[in-house]
């Protein structure tokens, strides 16, 4: 599970519709099987949404569509169509969470009404996490654990600002029956006293790195979203 804190998670909210992607006409619902292959062996994606008088009727997938006959229609299929979609007013990291959830490099964008608006691309969604201040600003590392118990993020943001830090953005990078472990990004303030103060809480340090070589790999490979993505 990611949780991610921003201090510009109102301007990340509204950005991400900027990515919202139309190259690609939805298929419609009549299209044939036969068209819907050829599609695919030009297109890289593992699923495209299929639409019926711009009605979302969900999202055919390239594997499925190589078992298909090549001379029925999609709506032959209708009841193979997978559904999964987000809404234009969906924040980032909900956008994120669904393509993990559903194994795709493509996600359905649709509007209040149902209607279909168009697609988003896990490489944009990729461009956009690393184009955050949690990436982008210089700032330290720290990753520290306690029991999920007794943990609690607004006592960590508490104790990295009551020691003049600045929180770039944390989140949950693992989380078992019994611990989490949150990683934080930080600007100015000093790293050692918020460590010590993190000790006197009883938050265990694991891993402490004032410089950024640790984000620097992450925003190049974003290994660490793989796990999540598996595509």
Known sequence: MIILQTPNATLIMTEITEYINNDYKPLQIED????????????NFTHFPVVEERIYRG????????TF???????????????????????????????A????????VLNPENRYV?????????RFFNDTPFLKEQGGIIVVEKSILDYSMSQVAQIVESNGGKLLGSFIS???????QITLKISSGSV??????????????ISENQEDSYL???KERSDYLDKYLNI
């Open 174 to 180: 693992t989380s078992t029956s019994q611990n989490v």
């Open 118 to 126: 168009g697609y988003y691309e896990i490489q944009d969604v990729f």
């Open 59 to 66: 999202s055919i997938a390239a594997e499925d569509a190589e």
């Open 216 to 218: 620097e790999t992450l």
């Open 101 to 108: 959830q559903n194994q795709t490099n493509i996600l359905p």
């Open 32 to 43: 044939s099987i036969s068209s819907v292959q050829d599609f695919f062996a030009d297109a």
């Open 192 to 205: 050692n006293e918020i460590i010590q103060t993190f000790r006197r809480y009883d938050y265990e340090i």
């Open 69 to 99: 006959d090549f001379d029925k229609k999609i709506s032959d299929y209708r009841f193979n169509l997978e559904g999964f979609f987000v809404r234009t007013n969906m924040v980032w990291l909900d956008v994120l969470e669904v393509f």
